[in-house]
């Protein structure tokens, strides 16, 4: 499942950063001990996970009369989504829940944001999260200027390499750069005497076969540049142009859709990868393509589908030389709901835990960026360049406006008449839905 990467909580609380204001005013929670049961439900994850941390809050933070239950749901998202929704309505919800990032805007009527601590203002809290926290943290969880959840952890797209193919091509390191990528692919791909591929270099170009076709996408056009909304959140723009210093009219997002798009295009000489192939997973684990884009928590499906492979995960590519380098994240976070009947409980328990997660605090996330190389140092630095956008009110159907555009470039759609097209749903979306 793509939340179990999120769930594993570290345990050493000794090791964590304190912060300051509404996140953590001081060492010692300042919320009154009082009898409370707070119903927690998680997704993919084991309740047991908790059992020393409620033990270490409620004696090193003064709440023995708080009691916790942990309740572990469907691990499919799509029905954990809707038992929530329901359960909230219903006024049977529980009081803290595991919220997927883009979920934080479609459903930030049914939660209770943090509330800012003495002499603070829900502006100035706003902001101690953005300095805080990942930007990529503040893009999804704020929400008309107020923090409506809090992560743990973050997981971001990196590519992933099967070694032996590398060292048979004289490949002696991953591609940093779309420039070497493209000519890793080149020479990886290989084809029969007829001209039919036999081995594929990458998974990509396509949506029906590359999971999470769309978040590659999105990392291309923001990595290239693409202004994705207005600033009123109001309209799409990615498929506006910009017009650059020389004067030169310049489409990042069309210019994103066709470099993704080349590598199933026939016509292209990066040409690797067609709606015929097998899945991405499948075929990278069987040998079959010898790289993808995922996130880390693919890394125990492929192990189990083939123990013996040897593969690598390394850093997104950036453009070359850019100064703003990028890649596309994936979070759950913790919110408390509006039935809780003890909020200021729920989000002190968020908060401690939240004394574990330095992967995602800017000061900490810049460290291991700095130093990381391959591996978990990858996904342990990256959330320090991890950016996203806002999806509007209905992130499904956004993801959905954007698989339908790769689809129909792939079926012959002009490229700009496929953004285009895709840009006027957004904007129908974001108008009527917010």
Wanted: charged share 25%; net charge neutral.
């Amino acid at each position: 499942m793509r939340s179990k990467f999120i769930l594993s909580i570290i345990l050493i609380l000794a090791l964590s950063l304190p912060l300051t204001g509404a996140l953590c005013k001081s060492q010692k929670s300042k919320v009154p001990n009082v009898q409370a049961a707070i119903k927690v439900w998680l997704i993919d994850q084991d309740k047991k996970a908790f059992d020393d941390l409620v033990l270490n809050y409620k004696s090193s933070e003064g709440k023995s009369s708080v009691n916790f239950e942990f309740i572990e749901k469907d691990k499919d998202q799509a029905a954990y989504e809707k038992e929530l929704i329901d359960a909230i309505a219903a006024k049977n919800g529980p009081d803290i829940a595991l919220i997927r990032e883009d979920w934080v805007a479609k459903h930030y009527d049914k939660l209770v944001p943090l509330s800012p601590v003495e002499d603070q203002s829900q502006d100035d809290l706003a902001k101690e999260f953005k300095d805080t926290f990942v930007n990529a943290v503040g893009e999804k969880v704020i929400y008309d200027n107020k923090v409506y959840a809090l992560p743990i952890k973050m997981d971001t797209l990196a590519l992933y390499y099967n070694t032996k193919h590398f060292e048979e091509a004289n490949l002696n390191s991953a591609p940093k750069n779309w420039n070497e990528f493209v000519y890793d692919v080149k020479q990886l791909t290989k084809r029969d005497q007829f001209g039919n591929l036999t081995r594929s270099a990458v998974a990509l170009g396509t949506s029906n076969n590359v999971d999470h076709a769309q978040d590659i996408l999105y990392t291309l056009m923001i990595q290239n540049g693409t202004k994705m909304t207005s600033e009123d959140r109001k309209s799409a723009t990615f498929n506006t142009s910009i017009t650059k210093a020389s004067g030169e009219v310049y489409y990042p997002g069309t210019n994103a859709l066709d470099f993704y798009n080349s590598f199933a295009n026939p016509a292209k000489e990066t040409y690797t990868w067609n709606s015929s192939q097998p899945n991405s997973i499948r075929a990278f684990a069987d040998g079959k393509v010898s790289m993808i884009f995922d996130y880390s928590y693919r890394q125990e499906e492929i192990y189990n589908l083939n123990p013996t492979f040897r593969f690598t995960t390394v850093a997104m590519p950036q453009i070359k030389d850019t100064s703003s380098p990028s890649t596309y994240p994936y979070f759950f976070s913790y919110a408390v709901t509006n039935n809780s009947a003890h909020s200021d409980i729920a989000w002190d328990f968020i908060k401690f835990l939240s004394r574990t997660s330095s992967s995602i605090k800017k000061d900490k996330a810049k460290e291991y960026y700095s130093g990381m190389s391959e591996g978990s140092s990858v996904f342990q630095g990256q959330p320090y360049i991890a950016r996203t956008f806002y999806k509007s009110r209905e992130p499904e159907k956004a993801d959905a406006l954007f698989q339908t555009a790769i689809k129909n470039v792939v079926g012959g759609q002009p490229l700009q008449a496929a953004l285009d097209s895709a840009s006027a749903e957004m904007t129908s979306i974001l108008q009527t839905k917010g």
